[in-house]
């Protein structure tokens, strides 16, 4: 066993998708976590399209990670939407233009309403850098080390209305030392990320890809 992290569910295969599942990534940092889809992707190891990447921050590094490999990217400025209504009308339809069928949240700092997740519903999921249910919010690695915490790590969970919630898909824990600070601690919980959001896709991708097909199934029952 490995003693730096766990992952459970030890999933030890992607599955394969063929066509490609059809992703798009929201991100507003720097986008890490996007870059390493990108690699899996583009290296043929994990069966994805990211046919689009949006951001809400002009400046944010994952735009110079979307260009650097050709993808098409959109920054959404919800300051120049007259609501958020109509910021996520704006997201939605581009999802929906592109045929997305798994939406992946890579540190997308924007809450998501209630609506935008019914349209999409256990088809969107998020990455958190802690150990969910415990640290929600944006200073998750920070409290872990306030409360003295002797693990922590992080989660990909399907987005519900309720932010950081939702049906855990994969977990990776590993020990806070003595001597990490909230840098050491966030480049340590980023590698685990970077280990568990691929199976997450994976294992979504396939929920999504079955659903569809038992859907197709029933259909055809109704009508024979
Ligand atoms: C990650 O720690 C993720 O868990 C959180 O935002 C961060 C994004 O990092 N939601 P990066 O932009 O992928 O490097």
Known sequence: MNTKYLISPNFSNFYKFSPKLKVAVLASGKGSNFLNLLNLSFNNELDIDIKILI??????????????????YLTLIEENFNNKDLFEKEIINILKANEI???????????????????????????HPSLLPAFKGRKSIQDAIDMEVHFTGCSVHYVEEEVDSGKLIIQGVLPIKKNDNKDTLTKKIHFLEHKILPYAISEAGYQIRNSFKDMKKKDSSLHS
């Open 55 to 72: 951001s809400n921050k002009k400046d944010a590094g994952c735009i110079k990670k979307a260009i650097d490999f050709n993808i098409p």
């Open 101 to 127: 069928e798994l939406i992946v949240l890579a540190g997308w700092m924007k809450i998501i309403s209630k609506k935008f997740v019914c349209e999409f519903k256990n088809k969107i999921i998020n990455i």
